[in-house]
């Protein structure tokens, strides 16, 4: 029996680092999904800024033309301004000039605050240029690294498994019913060693009278609190 309860012990020892493994193997497209996510953002981040740009750089372009037209308009209207025959005619055709030249006067303005905005922006596309770039190089590396570590993950992973195969054989089945049967009712850990004079799982004390049977390991002993089967460690092996 003290071998039945050694081996279902390095069973358990086993099932914990295949939990373990797994559990990384499965995080780890989740870790390269978040780092594509975050690369995904700071691109999105430079083209909402390039278009900005763009968008500015339009509007700049067309209120540039509005000038040229205005302006040649004006030059039209000063010619035409010399021909005039009455007073009414030459004062409207003076006005029609004026409010030309105000015209040309306000879109200059709104030149000049696009092209202050225009500046703010290719300050703000230098900063998420480079910070996508860092982004991109990073990402790269980094998910390199992290399928390296799948692999390396997965070798270790059918390792274990097949240890736990080989272990498995010549154990008798009611007892890996019963090791399976509290496993899966206690977050896989159906077997735990004493530890400090209390149950390894459910850190519950235990009595003495039950600690001299689990040291005799001549029989399953489970605790009363949590059902895990307990085991006895001489302490320099836990
Ligand atoms: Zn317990």
Redesign the pocket.
Same mark, same amino acid.
């Given at each position: 029996m003290k071998e039945t309860l050694q081996a279902i012990y390095q069973i358990q020892k086993l099932d914990d680092r295949i939990r373990d493994n797994q559990g990384r193997l499965d995080q780890i497209p989740k870790d390269i999904a978040d780092i594509q996510e975050r690369l995904k953002e700071s691109r999105s981040r430079l083209d909402e800024v390039n278009r900005q740009q763009e968008e500015l750089a339009r509007q700049k372009k067309s209120l540039e033309q509005e000038v040229e037209q205005t302006s040649a308009n004006i030059k039209k209207h000063q010619t035409q301004l010399l021909a005039v025959k009455t007073n009414k005619e030459y004062s409207t055709m003076l006005h029609e000039i004026e409010g030309e030249k105000k015209n040309i006067s306000d879109i200059e303005e709104q030149i000049l605050t696009i092209m202050e905005s225009l500046e703010k922006l290719a300050l703000q596309e230098t900063e998420e240029n480079k910070v996508f770039t860092e982004a991109e190089g990073q990402s790269r590396g980094k998910q390199q690294e992290l399928d390296k570590e799948a692999a390396g993950v997965s070798v270790k992973l059918d390792e274990l498994k097949k240890a736990k195969q080989d272990s498995l054989k010549g154990l008798p089945k009611d007892i890996l019913a019963s090791y399976d049967k509290i496993g899966k009712a206690r977050n896989g850990i159906a077997v735990?060693a004493v530890k400090s004079n209390a @149950?390894g799982? +459910?850190?519950?004390n235990l009595p003495t009278q039950l600690l001299n049977r689990i040291r005799d390991m001549d029989k399953i002993i489970t @605790?009363e609190? +949590?059902?895990?089967i307990?085991i006895w460690q001489d302490p320099k092996q836990q």
């Open positions: 735990v @149950c799982g +459910c850190f519950g @605790c609190n +949590c059902g895990r307990l």
